[in-house]
Nanobody
């Protein structure tokens, strides 16, 4: 099972940017598809973006054109670049690794967008 540790969250003003990082413990990180999810206050966890082992990406409609997911297999890390942040992006953001029946989650990092 791969261990995941997110970082990079914080407080940012509307229109600002943040970059989240998710470091994986496994040296075979490259075989996992990866995703970012978020859970806004009082709501269910929702998909933000995914990236496959072949670097194909998919985004929720609400973040298309503002967020970019990427991965660096040499560093066992997946990133989420978030630009033009809005108050409705406020949530706990979780990293997810999956391959077949294997599924691992990070502990989450808080992102708060507020003036």
């Amino acid at each position: 099972q791969v261990q995941l540790v997110e970082s990079g969250g914080g407080l940012v003003q509307p229109g600002g940017s943040l970059r989240l990082s998710c470091a994986a413990s496994s040296s075979i990180f490259r075989i996992y598809d990866m995703g970012w999810y978020r859970q806004p206050p009082g709501k269910q966890r929702e998909l933000v973006a995914t990236i496959t082992t072949g670097a194909n990406t998919n985004y929720a409609d609400s973040v298309k054109g503002r967020f970019t997911i990427s991965r660096d297999n040499a560093k066992n890390t997946v990133y989420l670049q978030m630009n033009s942040l809005k108050p409705e992006d406020t949530a706990v953001y979780y990293c997810h690794a999956y391959r077949g029946p294997i599924s691992s989650w990070g502990q989450g990092t808080q992102v708060t967008v507020s003036s």
